[in-house]
């Protein structure tokens, strides 16, 4: 039986010899029992009239959805296949953040609290003398503020059950100082709260105490966020990244998630004075969160918590958020059903018009919004130098891809005698109609680069077979 390399967990921070896993890959979603394509990006609105500094999109009552995109002056939504203005001569310091309360989105950018009606479609100040803050939530009846009034240290929250109401004593509103673990780099809601410091994790749970409506424990008082665009959450898991690497935390604890597995790829890679262009996302239907640092092209950091894997996308662009898909306009149908509606084959109540699936939406350099949906993006797997034959010499005759990609299929093997050795022999080979990949070279380290073109066909990639003649003892 030829030995087989089976593509086991992208986990870079290892030595590239004697581990399971891969030194690097590229542009693949990790899956239970190897890597599935990432589409590339196709747009789905046309530009914003400025650059991106937030986004996100919610569900009304009524069931419509909504998407909303900020930039340094001006709030946007999206509908009918354009930008509409919703309000402008704005001023802020910190990228948009939002939060849905009721049908109202609220969102802050440390500027004046806008208030976004979403059944009406409209825009304006939140009432009740809001603070400004840079973080948002909604933790059960209330809307909590990271940083509000421009204290770092300060985290302030809503009456019960009214946004509009804010004065401290009344309603139960009122505020709490965070005198210990550093500025608060965003706050975390549902049914209880999580703040997330520098340099601490605090839970805030509902008491219904008229004096104290909240109590505040401490989770953890040596790990908190290092840049506030990494903190993400998906039900009770909120994902950050801290001085020590990528955790998550369960309202509990907080447990690492990428040590000696790509924590150090990535901060040598991403120098610390540039993580506050950082932007994460939760990506619904794949138990994935993402960390994007922009750049042409970018890097976005993947971790599957369902499988406890890793994996990254190489790809242009400066944010991503989480969304859902759109309603469908009236015109909207005019242009896909141009003969009336006696030719729409569906019935105008169908779910396929209503909008609301979640969605992973990226921002691409020239500011349009889209999906990870058109075909398949380049991708690469290399896995690390493996011994065929236990200190023996191997001349390879051929490699065979296990997926079921066809064509577009390449690739190349670097063979070594030594370890330490400057990169050796590197013999490149691509898919023949027979299923194999003819090489010639030989070695007693060998490494291996899996290419698959863009466009290229396939759905899953698993590992590698090598079709070996033995050579004699060195």
């Not at 690097?24 to 990432?38: E, F, K």
């Not at 965070?178 to 780099?185: S, T």
């Not at 890793?310 to 989480?322: E, L, Y």
């Not at 400057?422 to 010639?440: A, C, I």
């Amino acid at each position: 039986m030829n030995p087989k390399a089976i593509f086991g967990a992208y986990e870079p921070d290892k030595p590239p010899h004697m581990h399971d896993g891969l030194s690097d890959l590229g542009n693949v979603y990790p899956s239970a029992n190897g890597y599935r394509p990432v589409g590339q990006f196709k747009s789905m609105t046309p530009e914003l009239p400025a650059d991106f500094t937030g986004g996100a999109a919610f569900v009304s009552s009524d069931g419509t959805s909504s998407l909303i995109a900020g930039t340094a002056t001006a709030l946007y939504r999206y509908s009918g296949g354009e930008w509409t203005e919703l309000v402008s001569d704005l001023s802020g310091t910190a990228p948009w953040a939002f939060t849905q309360f009721g049908d109202i989105a609220v969102a802050v950018n440390g500027g004046v609290t806008q208030s976004v009606d979403l059944l009406a479609g409209t825009a304006a100040p939140l009432a009740g003398d809001p603070p400004p803050a840079s973080s948002v939530t909604t933790v059960r009846d209330f809307v909590v503020y990271g940083q509000a009034d421009g204290d770092q240290a300060m985290v302030q929250w809503s009456g019960f059950n009214d946004a509009s109401k804010n004065t401290p004593g009344e309603d139960q509103a009122g505020f709490q100082p965070m005198l210990d673990g550093g500025a608060v780099m965003g706050v975390v809601g549902g049914e209880y709260g999580i703040i997330v410091q520098r340099r601490r994790i605090v839970r805030m749970t509902y008491t219904g105490d008229a004096d104290a409506p909240f109590q505040f424990d401490t989770i953890s008082d040596e790990i908190g966020a290092i840049a506030r665009g990494s903190i993400a959450k998906s039900g009770r898991r909120i994902f950050f990244l801290s001085d020590k690497g990528f955790m998550v935390c369960d309202g509990n604890e907080v447990t690492p998630i990428g040590l000696e597995r790509v924590d150090s790829t990535f901060f040598a890679a991403h120098p610390r004075s540039t993580l506050n262009q950082m932007s994460s996302a939760i990506d619904p239907r794949r138990h994935i969160v993402a960390w994007l640092m922009p750049g042409s092209p970018g890097w976005m950091w993947i971790y599957n918590w369902g499988i406890d894997r890793w994996s990254r996308i190489d790809i242009a662009a400066k944010g991503v958020f989480s969304g859902f898909t759109a309603n469908i306009t009236l015109e909207q149908l005019d242009d896909l059903y141009p003969d009336g509606l006696e030719s729409i084959p569906y019935s105008l109540d169908d779910d396929r018009f209503a909008g609301g699936d979640p969605l992973f939406l990226l921002v691409s350099p020239d500011d349009t919004i889209g999906t990870l949906s058109g075909g398949n993006m380049a991708a690469w797997f290399v896995t690390p130098f493996i011994e065929i034959a236990d200190r023996r010499r191997t001349r390879m005759r051929a490699v065979i891809p296990l997926g079921d990609m066809t064509r577009g299929v390449s690739v190349t093997l670097d063979s070594r005698q030594r370890l330490g050795d400057k990169e050796g022999r590197r013999t490149r080979s691509t898919l023949q109609p027979s299923g194999m990949m003819p090489v010639r070279t030989n070695g007693l380290y060998i490494a291996t680069r899996l290419d698959l073109d863009a466009d290229a066909p396939w759905t899953y990639a698993q590992g590698l077979e090598f079709v070996p003649a033995l050579g004699g003892v060195r």
